[in-house]
């Protein structure tokens, strides 16, 4: 059984940092490529990184340069560093596992950037 776990989440205020984790298990990880995305209410779920298995990364354009997606195939955990954090950023912010036609979603953990 496949299981993706969340966590690092928060309220933070603007300009602030917070480092979500994404712990794996069931799956052979390090041959999967890892994603972070994320979803507001009424809004379809977005892209925010990618990771390969061989370590090359993607970010949408909105967070390049402010989040960092980062992975540890020894700890089978995969993590979203976001710095400079603004209100936009406010969502609910999902791990996804993906290899060939196999993809497997974490269930979610809210970072709210709010003063």
């Known amino acids: 059984q496949v299981h993706l776990v969340e966590t690092g989440g928060g309220l933070v205020q603007p300009g602030g940092s917070l480092r979500l984790s994404c712990a794996a298990s069931g799956i052979i990880f390090g041959i999967y490529t890892m994603g972070w995305y994320r979803q507001v209410p009424g809004k379809e779920r977005e892209l925010v990184a990618l990771i390969a298995s061989g370590g090359s990364t993607n970010y949408a354009d909105s967070v390049k340069g402010r989040f960092t997606i980062s992975r540890d195939n020894a700890k089978d955990t995969v993590y979203l560093q976001m710095n400079r954090l603004k209100p936009e950023d406010t969502a609910v912010y999902y791990c996804?596992?993906?290899?060939?036609?196999?993809?497997?979603w974490g269930q979610g953990t809210q970072v709210t950037v709010s003063s």
């Open positions: 996804k596992a993906g290899y060939r036609a196999n993809d497997y």
